[in-house]
């Protein structure tokens, strides 16, 4: 079994910043890409950001600018450095990984954390 387990989370003013991470553990041979999603109340799940193994990052054009992703490939985690936080960031922010396992390859998500931005 693959667990992916976010943090960093909370309650930010406009204007400020937070950073994700994401922490993968378990039968893991291989991550591939990892990412960043978020889901905000009545909306479809969206991306927000995801990077290869290489380092190439895709990001959201609404957060392009303001959000970086990154990965530390040795810690098998993936971080969201979230700055000029919008009350428009509300949401639920889940972590995504494609990973090899002994016995399935596969994506796996995280639980979420929740990050509130009030105006």
């Known amino acids: 079994q693959v667990q992916l387990v976010e943090s960093g989370g909370g309650l930010v003013q406009a204007g400020g910043s937070l950073r994700l991470s994401c922490a993968a553990s378990?039968?893991?041979?291989?991550?591939?890409?990892m990412g960043w999603y978020r889901q905000a109340p009545e909306k479809q799940r969206e991306m927000v950001a995801t990077i290869t193994t290489g380092g190439s990052t895709t990001y959201a054009d609404s957060v392009k600018g303001r959000f970086l992703i990154s990965r530390d490939g040795y810690k098998d985690t993936v971080y969201l450095q979230m700055n000029s936080l919008t009350p428009e960031d509300t949401a639920v922010y889940y972590c995504?990984?494609?990973?090899?396992?002994?016995?399935?390859?596969?994506?796996?998500w995280g639980q979420g954390t929740q990050v509130t931005v009030s105006s």
């Open positions: 378990g039968s893991i041979i291989r991550i591939n890409d």
């Open positions: 995504n990984a494609n990973v090899h396992t002994p016995v399935r390859w596969g994506y796996y």
